[in-house]
């Protein structure tokens, strides 16, 4: 597998991958997302931060885009909507946050993929395509993420895609209303792969 990114980071990037592409949150994708989002709830609510009542309204969304283009101007998280090549569907999202920069050169990631599109492979697909851009575009040194201990799926995203897993952190997020433990898993620089896709 070969990344791709056009043009650049600053302009209109984007992540073309075999079955997917990865671009940032536009204003028209709201009613897509949301639609997502809400087909998904009942999937995704284990794995997240509570939900606001106003969740998937046009305004939040707003805000949402809003903080996502302030992270990326300041170099502090990037996000991106994953959509499959063929049809241009949006299937999910996936960020990298929280980064740093001085002597850490690391970021953290989170992830989604909407309930019908869920365990197909695609996620794997977008961890390592963003694993791409945070190493060769932003030149980090170290991807981090977590999953609560009990996510089989979500750690074997990343197995596949070449994390390890360094320890347990007790009580590390609040998802779903409560403070729960979560294993942490990291890549770094030297160990990824940018022709190859395991699993």
Same mark, same amino acid.
């Given at each position: ?7 650049? #980071? ?8 075999? +079955? ?7 204003? %028209? ?8 989002? #809400? !087909? ?15 969740a998937l309204t046009r305004a939040a969304y707003r805000r949402r885009l809003a903080r ?10 990037? $996000?991106?909507?994953? !959509? ?23 970021? $953290? ?19 390592? %395509?963003?694993?791409? =851009?945070? =190493?060769? @575009? !932003? +030149?980090? @040194?170290?991807?981090?993420? #977590? ?11 990343? +197995?596949?895609?070449? =994390?390890?897993?360094?320890?347990? #952190?007790?009580?590390? !997020? ?7 433990? @979560?294993?942490? =898993?990291?890549?770094?620089?030297e160990e990824f792969m940018p022709t190859t896709l395991n699993g």
């Open positions: 597998m070969v990344l791709t990114l056009f043009p650049s #980071a600053r302009a209109d990037p984007r992540i073309v991958l075999p +079955r997917l592409y990865l671009r940032p949150p536009q204003r %028209g994708d709201w009613q897509e997302w949301a639609e997502l989002r #809400a !087909l998904s709830r009942d999937f995704l609510t284990p794995w997240e931060p509570s939900w606001p009542d106003d996502y283009t302030e992270d990326w101007s300041r170099d502090q998280g990037y $996000t991106f909507f994953m !959509l499959r090549r063929d049809d241009d569907a949006l299937i999910g999202g996936i960020t990298l946050a929280n980064v740093r920069r001085g002597v850490a050169q690391s970021c $953290t990631f989170g992830y989604w993929v909407g309930k019908p599109y869920a365990r197909q492979g695609y996620m794997t697909e977008a961890v390592y %395509g963003a694993c791409g =851009f945070a =190493f060769e @575009h !932003l +030149r980090l @040194h170290r991807v981090e993420a #977590a999953t609560l201990p009990h996510n089989e799926a979500s750690q074997g995203v990343l +197995r596949n895609a070449g =994390f390890q897993e360094e320890g347990l #952190a007790r009580r590390y !997020l609040k998802i779903n209303g409560k403070w729960q433990d @979560h294993r942490l =898993f990291a890549l770094l620089r």
